[in-house]
């Protein structure tokens, strides 16, 4: 078995990679650029649930019964990588007859499985949730997270609250490959416009 490619993706949270089953045959890194063996299958492993593996597989760009090319597995890991469902990703090949299979070894992104609110929240709590672009659900992404404090601070300030502050909680279970997150409110006193008073020549 052999490794072809290797790329991270930026993540919130790591977690070891489960080394996937099964006997397979050490041989030399491809050196070649041109066309390579014949792909007689591939397969998709992963250290837990993957969400959506027919999109996984639809976004691949070698298919079986092409030959093997080091360019076309880098567009594959590149696609992986594009959806999100993924934190990682690497490519083997295994020696079968009448060519090789293909092993996308696959590292599964976090699952948000809660998100909430909590603390001195001031407007209603289902205008703040919709506000925040991670929901649960979907793979945690960092910029939709991080995201979330910045619309949270908009919106109370564009309903008077100044002096709110918010902060992030992330819980994950390892194991079940998923993340809690809890956004931690304090709204503070909320601005009120006092009386309004003309002075000097009117006119």
């Keep these: 078995m052999r490794g072809l490619a290797d790329l991270p993706l930026a993540a919130l949270l790591a977690a070891l990679l489960v080394a996937s089953t099964g006997e ?3 041989t030399p890194p491809v050196e070649d650029a041109g066309a390579g063996p014949r792909v007689v299958a591939i397969e998709l492993r992963s250290d ?3 969400a959506s593996p027919e999109l996984l597989r ?3 760009t070698v298919s079986e019964g092409a030959s093997l090319t080091p360019g076309e597995v880098e567009s594959s890991l590149r ?3 594009a959806t999100g469902l993924v934190e990682s990703a690497e490519a083997w ?3 079968s007859p009448g060519g090789v299979t293909l092993v996308f070894v696959l590292r599964a ?3 948000v499985r809660t998100v909430r609110v909590a603390g001195d929240l001031g407007l209603d709590e289902a205008r703040l949730l919709g506000a925040l672009p991670q929901k649960a659900g979907q793979p945690l992404v960092e910029d939709r ?7 949270l601070d908009e919106l109370y300030r564009t309903n008077g609250y100044f002096r709110s502050t918010a902060r992030l909680r992330v ?3 390892p194991g079940q490959r998923v993340a809690d997150l809890t956004y931690q409110v304090a709204a503070g006193p909320r601005a009120v416009l006092g009386e309004i008073a003309f002075t000097g020549d009117l006119g």
Excluded: F, H, I
Excluded at 145 to 151: I, N, S, T
């Design 171 to 173: 819980t994950t279970d």
């Design 109 to 111: 992104a976090l699952q």
């Design 58 to 60: 639809s976004v691949l």
């Design 48 to 50: 837990g649930p993957v």
């Design 24 to 26: 397979v045959s050490a």
């Design 145 to 151: 997270v991080l995201r979330g404090l910045y619309r």
């Design 79 to 81: 696609a992986l990588a």
């Design 93 to 95: 090949e295994r020696e």
